[in-house]
């Protein structure tokens, strides 16, 4: 993001603000969005040493205050929405109606704050692209989308209705890990028990045998040096280590791509991303096709929800293959994403006039090869996870015994 001066009259005062946006353009837009008056000028400047003090510390706050509203809670407000505006309430007004009947404290406040500005002039849409993060990019898509075609109401429904959908396959995800995240979570609790508790007795009794140590009891006792010496100051570490690795994956594209290219080459990991996104991507796109939005508008509505990088990369070629006059069905195969069947069959959709048609049923392929991965997650984590537990079985068994046995031959001999 560039920094932005922009000079503005109002109430017969001349103010100068800061503003930080990608181009002149999108400064010049801001400034009108948030400031009443006469705009001047707008001018990129240096961003001053303190401005950028300021930002370093605004985000890094933000980015652990900010909270995402509940799905649950999300969704039965959108449907709510959906229900008041097919009944001619204005959005203003059920927003605050949402907003003043609801428990969540995230959606109170995002509700709220839509409301004032709604109230201020602002469109809805633009009003949500504050709340990008609390709200996310479907929800901001698919509202988009119902002021475009004028049936805000049946835009909310469908919003619902996928919402829903990726909630459900959330929820399969976590029924898919609870069972080896519960067995690897009792395995690091007996681990730091034995480390703690158990191997220390056996240190002792190894010190006095004054013999060279195996490198298993050596790796052990390493472990059990560094966990009761520097335990808290290894996890205060992790913590923090954490924390800025979120702060810069959150504030330089350049770190989130690296890491979303490492994700993609992970395994069983590169699965999920790939299938979720094209998931939700034909999903979103059948949705805007359906609704008679051009193909272009669609491919950059569909692709801004897109979370990681080199797969929005990838997309947004096929947007631009469109944009100068080429086929949906070349700029698909372009990308190496799809199966060469989805390629034939979004051809077939464009020769013959029936691309929503075809989209929705590729959208339904990509659905069930999701749902496929998802219900085969634990069979395919099952071999890590045995490796894992052998692995500091084996550690243990060894550390401890093979001292005692070489003491025990020690003393036959």
Do not use: C
Not at 200 to 224: A, G, R, S
């Amino acid at each position: 993001m560039k920094y932005f001066v922009a000079t503005i009259l109002t109430k017969g005062k001349r103010l100068e603000v800061p503003l930080y946006a990608k181009d002149r353009k999108e400064a010049n837009d801001l400034a009108k969005l948030k400031y009443s008056g006469i705009i001047i000028k707008v001018v990129e400047e240096t961003e001053p040493l303190e401005e950028q003090f300021k930002r370093f510390k605004a985000n890094f706050t933000q980015n652990i205050k900010k909270r995402k509203i509940k799905p649950d809670a999300l969704i039965a407000a959108i449907r709510q929405l959906a229900v008041m505006t097919n009944a001619g309430i204005s959005i203003h007004d059920s927003l605050s109606e949402i907003a003043s009947s609801s428990d969540d404290k995230a959606l109170k406040h995002v509700f709220s704050k839509l409301a004032d500005d709604i109230n201020s002039g602002h469109s809805f849409s633009s009003s949500m692209e504050n709340f990008r993060f609390e709200l996310g990019d479907l929800t901001i898509a698919m509202v988009q989308l119902g002021e475009k075609t004028g049936d805000l109401d049946e835009a909310l429904y469908a919003l619902a209705d996928m919402l829903e959908e990726i909630r459900a396959n959330f929820i399969k995800f976590k029924k898919a890990m609870a069972y080896p995240r519960n067995v690897m979570i009792a395995m690091a609790i007996a681990f730091t028990i034995l480390i703690s508790y158990v191997v220390p007795k056996f240190k002792d009794m190894f010190e006095k045998l004054n013999v060279e140590l195996p490198l298993p009891t050596q790796i052990l006792l390493k472990l059990e040096y560094l966990f009761n010496n520097y335990g808290l100051y290894i996890i205060a570490g992790l913590f923090l280590a954490f924390v800025l690795f979120k702060y810069l994956i959150s504030n330089y594209r350049n770190i989130r791509l690296a890491w979303h290219k490492i994700l993609l080459r992970t395994y069983l990991i590169k699965n999920i991303i790939k299938f979720s996104t094209l998931s939700r991507f034909t999903l979103v796109f059948s949705e805007l096709v359906r609704a008679g939005i051009p193909i272009a508008e669609a491919l950059e509505t569909s692709i801004s929800m897109i979370d990681n990088l080199p797969l929005k990369i990838k997309l947004s070629s096929v947007r631009l293959t469109v944009e100068k006059g080429g086929t949906l069905k070349s700029g698909l195969d372009e990308t190496k994403l799809f199966e060469n069947m989805i390629i034939q069959m979004v051809r077939a959709g464009e020769d013959s006039g029936t691309l929503d048609a075809m989209m929705q049923k590729v959208a339904q392929f990509y659905k069930m090869k999701f749902d496929a991965i998802i219900d085969g997650l634990s069979d395919a984590i099952e071999p890590i996870m045995l490796v894992i537990i052998a692995a500091m079985v084996i550690l243990l068994a060894l550390g401890i015994f093979l001292p005692i046995w070489g003491l025990g031959s020690a003393i036959g001999g």
